[in-house]
């Protein structure tokens, strides 16, 4: 039987063995391992030329979706008035002048004691129905009476049905004295159709907080103790003010149908002695730098990825993943001219390269907004000098997207055709490294096996002549 120290000295042997007659698969690993990392770097690469294209398609649009027909507003007084603008605005400046903000309507009850119980005992217990007249809507109420309910109990009664029956209207029990109390109600909207009636239909508690026929046909104003509303008339409820000349009212301070894509925010008034303040729509430069710095920012992370996965260093003779590829070594070029060369849709005597308008290209290929005046004088010449640039027919974002398309398309794209033979290659690979291994195992396994039988053999014949020698020398002695 073979010892520890023989078996030990056995799997050393069979381990060198081994590892001496695997240098072919070996050499099949190592060219695995580069598939590997060539698919790899497809995969990073395919994502930053998505990230691109998703970019350059922003920038390709046209027309009320284009990414340059942004505008922002400005106003000579904020605390007046400010606005936002769309792609439909016009740039232009307009004049503002604002005689009344619009209004939420406001109705006040009578002042009442608030631990007095003059309400329920006037009115008597039981169910009692009013309704609430919002804006066309009818909305009837109901409020149990009970007697001894004091007019703070009636009024918190009151608030609580109101605000949970849905009408547009918000009630509060206000203490207006450190004894009394009045009953306030705030439509939920401004404006005059939005003017708030109330009326009893069953009872007349409604009559008891002084919301009388009268009162509340008659708009009558609230006084100190008497019940009515914070605006006697209902005109009084819209804002009033004029834009250009033309005097406008409405209903909401948020006006959006004056000036062709301009929302107005109408926060203060003016005095009749008061100038105008002034509106000025332009073209909002800083969104349109900030849209175009991306562009510049998604290229280049995409160009220089792909300036170093095609290296090959001369000193070390050692090659990038992509290096040597004509496929991927042609689209560089192709996507460092892109940016470079003239766009022939734009208008006659308009900029017609990416230099024209302060963005310029290194000696990597790189882009970079090197002349922020140049963008900005171009932008408030005439914004099309920027746009035509990229959205034109023959423009970078849109020969930049179908560039980029035909690499990365999931059905017909470059990259996937390079994509699928690497993988190809990879499972051959695995296929025959697996069979070398399993060929290598066997004949390792065999010259094991004959080894041990070898080893068995000798200790046998070892043994043999052990006892041979030792009857030998019995005998002589």
């Known amino acids: 039987m073979a010892s520890v120290s023989d078996i030990s000295a056995l799997d050393q042997m069979v381990a060198q063995y081994r590892l001496s007659k695997r240098k ?13 990392i060539r698919l790899a770097v497809l995969a990073d690469l395919k994502t930053k030329l998505k990230t691109l294209m998703t970019t350059a398609e922003d920038l ?17 007084n904020t605390s007046i008035a400010t606005a936002t603008a769309t792609t439909t605005a016009d740039v232009g400046a307009h004049s503002l002048k604002i005689a009344r903000l619009a209004k939420n309507d406001t109705l006040l009850s009578d002042r009442v004691t608030a631990a007095a119980t003059t309400v329920s005992a006037a009115e008597g217990a039981g169910t009692k129905t009013f309704r609430l007249s919002i804006n066309g809507t009818d909305t009837d109420v109901s409020v149990e009476v009970v007697n001894g309910d004091t007019n703070e109990t009636l009024l918190s009664k009151l608030v609580t ?10 009630a509060s029990s206000v203490g207006d004295t450190s004894t009394t109390k009045k009953l306030v109600l705030i439509s939920k909207s401004s404006g005059a159709s939005n003017a708030v009636a109330v009326s009893d239909v069953t009872g007349t ?3 008891r907080f002084g919301f009388s026929a009268a009162v509340i046909s008659g708009r009558t104003a609230n006084g100190t103790t008497t019940a009515g509303y914070a605006n006697s008339s209902v005109t009084q409820l819209n804002a009033s003010f004029t834009v250009d000349g033309i005097t406008v009212e409405k209903e909401s301070n948020t006006v959006s149908d004056v000036l062709t894509g301009v929302t107005l925010e109408l926060k203060g008034t003016q005095a009749d002695a008061d100038l105008p303040i002034t509106l000025t729509v332009g073209v909002n430069k800083a969104s349109i730098k900030e849209k175009v710095q991306k562009f510049i920012t ?10 170093i996965k095609t290296q090959y260093d001369s000193l070390t ?11 991927f070594t042609s689209f560089r070029y192709n996507l460092r001219s892109l940016a470079t060369e003239a766009v022939s849709s734009v208008k006659p005597g308009y900029p017609t390269i990416l230099a024209d308008i302060g963005i310029t290209a290194g000696r990597d290929g790189t882009l ?27 423009g970078v974002a849109a020969k930049l997207v179908t560039l980029i398309d035909g690499m990365t398309n999931s059905a017909t794209g470059k990259i996937v055709s390079v994509k699928d033979a690497a993988d190809s290659q990879v499972l051959s690979l695995t296929n025959r490294i697996t069979r070398f291994d399993e060929t290598l195992s066997k004949h390792v396994e065999k010259y094991r096996s004959d080894f041990l039988r070898l080893q068995a053999t000798y200790n046998q014949i070892l043994a043999q002549q052990q006892t041979i020698s030792s009857i030998t020398s019995s005998y002589y002695y």
Do not use: H, W
Not at 161 to 170: Q, Y
């Open 161 to 170: 049905v109101i605000n949970d029956s849905g009408a547009e209207v918000t």
């Open 205 to 207: 508690l409604m009559e």
């Open 60 to 76: 390709k649009k046209t027309g009320t979706t284009s990414k340059f027909n942004t505008f922002s507003v400005a106003s000579t």
């Open 24 to 36: 072919p698969a070996q050499a099949l690993e190592t060219k695995r391992s580069a598939l590997n």
């Open 368 to 394: 970079s907004l090197s002349d922020a005046t140049k963008f900005d004088e171009a932008l408030d010449d005439d914004l099309t000098k920027v746009s035509d640039l990229f959205n034109s027919t023959n």
């Open 298 to 307: 998604d290229y280049n992370a995409a160009l220089s990825y792909l300036n």
């Open 317 to 327: 003779k050692t090659r990038e993943a992509l290096s040597g590829d004509a496929i």
